[in-house]
């Protein structure tokens, strides 16, 4: 008990010192971008072309008079929205809720980060929630038109567990899941293969806790085989430990594909990095290459990176809005590459 104590004090003190230096780091400067939408709060964007245009499925942000924790028990969001626009820079549209809690059999609460694909001209929304029972799973609702409405599988796909749920379709049809998220997203309880309250994470010098993904089956309301560790390695091809903060695996995975190479992207989370690595597959191994985002004001982070026209954007969020860690905003800027495949470090303030 003492070293389970003395681990959540660490923890603590390392989330909310953290959580002060970004809030002082980035006081009164200004923003590259602003919020996309202003009549409501909104996190998480994943971001997807359809039909020739830019859908965006985030969380939901809501004050839901929760206390807040180090486990994000206060991100009580109960539906999700999704928005379009013809591109980054144009209107948004909203079209509505697509989702909603009470509509979904299986799940008790916390409706975080979705994630949405399509195939066959049917569409797809991934998305977190806790079970009765507490547990983290994923579910899948599935619609005819991209911005829904969704109507959500009875259970939640069998084999899944924690959070962030992101679908990544490769260039020979396969679609891959990836998920995870330590501390409140619950990774840490799967270490043994099963699940057990345990909020211990490797020592420092062990390897970190890695996120997890497996291939879709083909009606995309499965996995097809157990979710395995999508390796993430230093440039002499270790596994990058989990004392190293500012480039290990917290959650927030996303995958894309440019000039030949898988990018895995992912939140440092206390460290407040989007990073990402490369590699020759969608399963791994990913060498680090560096980080795409620096800090943004608040303690989450997550991204979400598309084309249009030739061009790279980056999709993230922020606290501009309420300067509440759980009440965030939605915003996108330009993402450029160097000539060598590595990209721009971007910070979102001026």
Same mark, same amino acid.
């Given at each position: 008990?003492?070293?389970?104590?003395?681990?959540?004090?660490?923890?603590?003190?390392?989330?909310?010192?953290?959580?002060?230096?970004?809030?002082?780091?980035?006081?009164?400067?200004?923003?590259?971008?602003?919020?996309?939408?202003?009549?409501?709060?909104?996190?998480?964007?994943?971001?997807?072309?359809?039909?020739?245009?830019?859908?965006?499925?985030?969380?939901?942000?809501?004050?839901?008079?929760?206390?807040?924790?180090?486990?994000?028990?206060?991100?009580?969001?109960?539906?999700?929205?999704?928005?379009?626009?013809?591109?980054?820079?144009?209107?948004?549209?909203?079209?509505?809720?697509?989702?909603?809690?009470?509509? @979904?059999?299986?799940?008790?609460?916390?409706?975080?980060?979705?994630?949405?694909?399509?195939?066959?001209?049917?569409?797809?929304?991934?998305?977190?929630?806790?079970?009765?029972?507490?547990?983290?799973?994923?579910?899948?609702?599935?619609?005819?038109?991209?911005?829904?409405?969704?109507?959500?599988?009875?259970?939640?796909?069998?084999?899944?567990?924690?959070?962030?749920?992101?679908?990544?379709?490769?260039?020979?049809?396969?679609?891959?899941?990836?998920?995870?998220?330590?501390?409140?997203?619950?990774?840490?309880?799967?270490?043994?293969?099963?699940?057990?309250?345990?909020?211990?994470?490797?020592?420092?010098?062990?390897?970190?806790?890695?996120?997890?993904?497996?291939?879709?089956?083909?009606?995309?309301?499965?996995?097809?085989?157990?979710?395995?560790?999508?390796?993430?390695?230093?440039?002499?091809?270790?596994?990058?430990?989990?004392?190293?903060?500012?480039?290990?695996?917290?959650?927030?995975?996303?995958?894309?594909?440019?000039? +030949?190479?898988?990018?895995?992207?992912?939140?440092?989370?206390?460290?407040?990095?989007?990073?990402?690595?490369?590699?020759?597959?969608?399963?791994?191994?990913?060498?680090?290459? +560096?980080?795409?985002?620096?800090?943004?004001?608040?303690?989450?982070?997550?991204?979400?990176?598309?084309?249009?026209? +030739?061009?790279?954007?980056?999709?993230?969020?922020?606290?501009?809005?309420? +300067?509440?860690?759980?009440?965030?905003?939605?915003?996108?800027?330009?993402?450029?590459?160097?000539?060598?495949?590595? @990209?721009?470090?971007?910070?979102?303030?001026?």
């Amino acid at each position: 008990m003492l070293n389970t104590n003395l681990f959540r004090m660490k923890r603590l003190f390392i989330c909310f010192s953290m959580l002060s230096f970004a809030a002082f780091s980035q006081v009164k400067k200004e923003p590259i971008s602003q919020p996309l939408i202003t009549d409501q709060y909104s996190a998480d964007p994943s971001a997807h072309l359809f039909k020739g245009k830019i859908y965006i499925y985030p969380s939901h942000d809501i004050d839901a008079g929760i206390k807040e924790d180090d486990l994000g028990s206060h991100f009580g969001m109960r539906d999700y929205h999704v928005f379009s626009q013809e591109n980054p820079s144009a209107a948004i549209t909203d079209h509505g809720v697509a989702l909603k809690l009470e509509d @979904i059999p299986w799940a008790g609460k916390m409706l975080w980060a979705p994630d949405a694909a399509e195939k066959n001209g049917k569409y797809y929304l991934y998305f977190p929630a806790k079970d009765k029972e507490g547990i983290f799973r994923i579910g899948v609702a599935s619609a005819i038109k991209p911005e829904g409405p969704f109507n959500a599988e009875p259970s939640y796909m069998k084999g899944t567990y924690s959070i962030d749920p992101a679908v990544f379709k490769d260039k020979d049809g396969s679609y891959y899941i990836y998920i995870g998220g330590i501390w409140g997203g619950q990774l840490q309880h799967w270490k043994s293969g099963k699940h057990e309250f345990d909020e211990k994470q490797p020592a420092d010098n062990q390897p970190a806790l890695m996120p997890k993904m497996a291939k879709l089956s083909a009606d995309m309301k499965s996995i097809e085989s157990p979710l395995q560790n999508v390796q993430i390695l230093d440039k002499e091809g270790k596994l990058l430990l989990s004392g190293d903060h500012n480039r290990r695996f917290f959650e927030a995975p996303f995958v894309h594909f440019y000039n +030949g190479k898988y990018y895995f992207s992912y939140s440092t989370g206390d460290t407040h990095f989007i990073a990402y690595a490369t590699g020759d597959s969608p399963k791994g191994p990913f060498t680090y290459q +560096g980080v795409i985002l620096n800090p943004v004001q608040g303690w989450t982070n997550h991204h979400s990176i598309i084309e249009q026209n +030739g061009k790279w954007y980056l999709y993230y969020h922020d606290v501009q809005m309420s +300067g509440k860690t759980h009440l965030r905003n939605i915003k996108v800027t330009e993402l450029k590459y160097n000539t060598d495949g590595t @990209i721009q470090t971007i910070t979102a303030y001026k």
